[in-house]
């Protein structure tokens, strides 16, 4: 009965570790996936991370029970702290609702399925280019996926004029993906200024905002400043869902821990939200796992904890940083046809290059370098050791 079936296309993301992972060459590089490497190379586990775990290991009182639907509960509260911050008044006012969900692919799916079934409008506006997994996710949800401009290959900057006419054009009530920081792939963001325009054209439209989340931390190295984007819709007091993942930026990728939060106009809104968002959750996984989830609320409540976990985090970013200047170098060094300051330019974990599919292509084949074809990179993937091989790499394909 299943002999018909065609093969499918492995995924254009993680179809690249496949194929990096096939390759026997010593200089093989995989700058992919965006996943944080160290010098060395090597996946990171944070310290602090270490520490709670440790700590939960040691507390005989665990037990592994079912969390509830909606996930821990502690968890869903340090969430939304997070990322509204710690003052907001629609915390305060009990006019958020938050889910702990399966990473940030599980939140949008989550959130996505619900528009879908409770919000009047089926249209979804999502960058161009975004992430490859955003329209696939908002497609089997329900909604019907548009885009709107967002970069602009010739400045390898923000196309904010376009951006405006479309998010313009969209029809009134229309739903908007929008990236909270460091946006993937290409590493722009819009100004504070351009964002309070984007929410002003938003709101005066009646466009709901439906933020990814992702990379808070990361973009600029402080947690604060890169929920600004988000915070400035809730400030004004108007509907917000926004979809977290603490993959990246606590290095938990496989403990797939994340959350949906989901600010309405009032607490009786939110609560009826709540009770709707279970409908969606109980048949797709029943509830939530515990151990990552326990992970990052440990961390979040403890106050010293929490501030390792910003140095840490930092760190991180710091690293980042340092590897687009020495790439960008390195280009230099080497007298690499075309301006290449956009690489320094760009924020958050990617750069993206300008490359086009062919030029990857070579890249793969000669020098053992994967990435995705659209020319997008990982700077986490990179260190002081592979800045040379990838800049000969690049510089060999541009010049050919
Ligand atoms: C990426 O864009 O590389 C990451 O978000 C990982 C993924 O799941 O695609």
């Known amino acids: 009965v299943f002999s018909h079936i065609v093969r499918a296309p492995e995924d254009p993301i993680l179809g690249v570790t496949i194929a990096y992972n096939k390759d026997s060459s010593p200089m093989k590089l995989n700058l992919g996936v965006g996943a944080y490497r160290t010098e060395e190379g090597k996946p990171l586990v ?15 009182s665990r037990v592994k029970e079912y969390l509830s639907i909606t996930g821990l509960a502690d968890f869903n509260k340090l969430s939304a702290k997070l990322i509204l911050g710690a003052d907001s008044p629609a ?39 975004t992430w490859g997994n955003h329209p696939k996710i908002f497609t089997l949800a329900g909604l019907s996926v548009k885009s709107y401009r967002y970069y602009d290959p010739a400045t390898r900057g923000l196309n904010f ?44 439209r009646g466009l709901l905002p439906f933020f990814d989340s992702a990379y808070q931390g990361f973009a600029s190295g402080s947690l604060d400043t890169d929920a600004q984007s988000v915070r400035m819709f809730v400030a004004d007091g108007g ?57 990052v609320a440990t961390i979040l409540k403890d106050r010293n904890m929490y501030h390792e976990w910003t140095l840490e985090l930092k760190a991180m970013a710091d690293r980042i940083i340092r590897m687009r200047q020495q790439l960008f170098d390195a280009l230099r060094a080497r ?18 290059t300008g490359l086009n599919s062919e030029q990857v292509a070579f890249m793969t084949k000669e020098y053992h370098i994967y990435m995705t074809s659209d020319g997008r990179i990982s700077m986490a993937g990179l260190s002081s050791r592979t800045v040379p091989h990838l800049a000969d790499a690049i510089h060999a394909a541009v010049a050919r």
């Open 161 to 204: 004029q376009g951006l405006l006419e479309d998010l313009g054009s969209a029809p009134s009530g229309a739903i908007v993906l929008l990236h909270a920081c460091a946006h993937n792939p290409t590493g722009v963001d819009p100004t504070i200024d351009q964002w309070e325009q984007i929410r002003r054209l938003m709101r005066s």
């Open 91 to 129: 915390i305060q006012e009990n006019r958020v609702t938050t889910v702990q969900c399966l990473s940030g692919t599980g939140s949008l799916r989550v959130g996505a399925d619900f528009l879908a079934r409770h919000y009047h409008q089926r249209t979804i506006y999502i960058p161009q280019p």
């Open 46 to 60: 944070l310290n602090v991370v270490r520490q709670a775990e440790q700590l939960l290991v040691n507390d005989r």
């Open 335 to 352: 007298g690499t046809p075309g301006d290449w300051s956009h690489i320094i330019k760009q924020i958050g974990m990617f750069t993206f």
């Open 239 to 295: 509907e917000v869902l926004v979809a977290q993942s603490y993959a990246k930026n606590m290095g938990l990728y496989g403990e797939r821990v994340g959350a949906l939060s989901i600010v309405c106009r009032n607490a009786d809104v939110a609560s009826r939200v709540e009770s709707q968002l279970k409908l969606v959750i109980r048949p797709m996984y029943s509830n939530p796992p515990i151990h990552g989830a326990s992970i």
